[in-house]
């Protein structure tokens, strides 16, 4: 990389010093770079709950391909989101035997308890919830996962652990 180049990086980074080893670390974990691409964006997800614009153009930059090919992997994998998640990204599956299961009651539940519809964060940006493909826990239908973790069968009572896992700020009553 040219001086110009790491100059460039640098004015235009929106990540600090250390989010920026981390991600050039990504570029160097597998035979090809582009193989870290998707773990990098993973990371930002992490950090920024979604990947901003100004996130592709710098990690297009890091991966030495385009912004349009970064947006086009953000748009592909529903992993990544555009605008901002919860804290706690609730994901309900609702695969054929999740629905089957009663998916739908606990979409309900959730829309309820949260005071928030799918896609949308609680105002303290402390949850979200969406529904997602089978999350390859179909024995514990409806499945529930919180940030990628399996939670088990999504029960009221488990969605109200869930959201009390904040102090039950979010109950609805
Ligand atoms: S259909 Fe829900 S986990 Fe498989």
Redesign the pocket.
């Known amino acids: 990389m040219s001086s110009a180049q790491a100059q460039s990086l640098v004015e235009a980074s929106p990540f600090s010093p250390e989010e920026e080893k981390i991600l050039n670390s990504w570029t160097k974990a597998y035979p090809h770079p582009m193989m870290g691409l998707l773990e990098a964006m993973r990371q930002v997800q992490t950090w920024h709950l979604c990947v901003r614009p100004k996130d592709e153009e710098y990690l297009a930059d890091l991966f030495k391909t385009t912004q349009n090919h970064v947006h086009q992997v953000a748009t592909f994998f529903p992993l990544f989101t555009k605008k901002p998640t919860g804290r706690k990204r609730i994901g309900l ?7 089957m ?1 009663g ?1 739908d009651r606990i979409a309900e539940l959730l829309e309820k308890k949260l005071r928030v519809k799918e896609f949308e964060t609680t105002p303290d940006g402390e949850f979200s919830w969406e529904e997602m ?6 024995e ?4 529930i996962i919180v940030n990628e973790e399996l939670k088990g069968k999504a029960t009221e009572n488990l969605v109200d652990e869930v959201i009390a896992g904040s102090g039950g700020r979010h109950n609805g009553q």
Do not use: K
């Not at 599956?93 to 629905?99: E, F, I, K």
């Open positions: 599956c609702h695969g054929l035997s999740c629905a299961a998916s493909e089978c999350l390859g826990a179909c514990h239908a409806p499945a």
